[in-house]
């Protein structure tokens, strides 16, 4: 036997490293779970008010991350790969890591946050409040700032 069971609980005298990194995955996906729906909620509820019609989102998981439901998503993508590290049988598992980095890649580059943040620039890009956000608030990862390149009109 090699040690590595896809049944859970682990087995005695089953290595328990496979179980500490195998939870530290499912714990990684289901804190991405959360922080994503948090943030649609947050934001849904933000839309579904009269007044926030044609604002931008400022408030909660926003003020630390102008992207933080891609945050979540990315993590729990990592999450389930991190989750199944332990039960790979074969070295070519290891290429399932393509997967959440390439939907982090699209997200990050192609898709998501690029197109967002060109619709952003133009509904709101004459809003010094608005350059200011993107100025200070982190694009994905909450809480490393802005990217300050982006001018007032």
Same mark, same amino acid.
């Given at each position: 036997?090699?040690?590595?069971?896809?049944?859970?609980?682990?087995?005695?005298?089953?290595?328990?490293?496979?179980?500490?990194?195998? %939870?530290?995955?499912?714990?990684?996906?289901?804190? $991405? #779970?959360? =922080?994503? +729906?948090?943030?649609?909620?947050q934001k849904t509820m933000f839309r579904s008010k009269e007044e926030n019609k044609e604002k931008? &989102?400022?408030?909660? *998981?926003?003020?630390?991350?102008?992207?933080?439901?891609? =945050?979540?998503?990315? %993590?729990?993508?990592?999450?389930?790969?991190?989750?199944?590290?332990?039960? =790979?049988?074969?070295? =070519?598992?290891? *290429?399932?890591?393509?997967?959440?980095? %390439?939907?982090? #890649?699209?997200?990050?580059?192609?898709?998501?946050?690029?197109? #967002?943040?060109?619709?952003?620039?133009?509904?709101?890009? /004459? /809003?010094?409040?608005? &350059?200011?956000? #993107?100025? +200070?608030?982190?694009?994905?990862?909450?809480?490393? $700032? $802005?990217?300050?390149?982006?001018?007032?009109?």
């Amino acid at each position: 036997s090699s040690g590595i069971n896809a049944e859970w609980p682990l087995r005695p005298g089953e290595n328990p490293r496979f179980a500490l990194v195998s %939870l530290a995955g499912w714990a990684l996906y289901a804190f $991405g #779970l959360i =922080f994503e +729906t948090v943030a649609d909620y947050q934001k849904t509820m933000f839309r579904s008010k009269e007044e926030n019609k044609e604002k931008f &989102i400022t408030t909660g *998981l926003w003020s630390i991350s102008r992207h933080p439901n891609y =945050f979540g998503e990315i %993590l729990l993508w990592y999450g389930l790969f991190i989750a199944a590290v332990p039960y =790979f049988t074969s070295p =070519f598992n290891y *290429l399932s890591i393509l997967c959440p980095t %390439l939907t982090a #890649l699209l997200i990050i580059k192609i898709s998501g946050v690029p197109m #967002l943040e060109k619709s952003g620039l133009k509904k709101w890009g /004459d /809003d010094p409040k608005y &350059i200011e956000y #993107l100025n +200070t608030t982190s694009s994905i990862i909450p809480c490393l $700032g $802005g990217d300050n390149k982006h001018k007032t009109a």
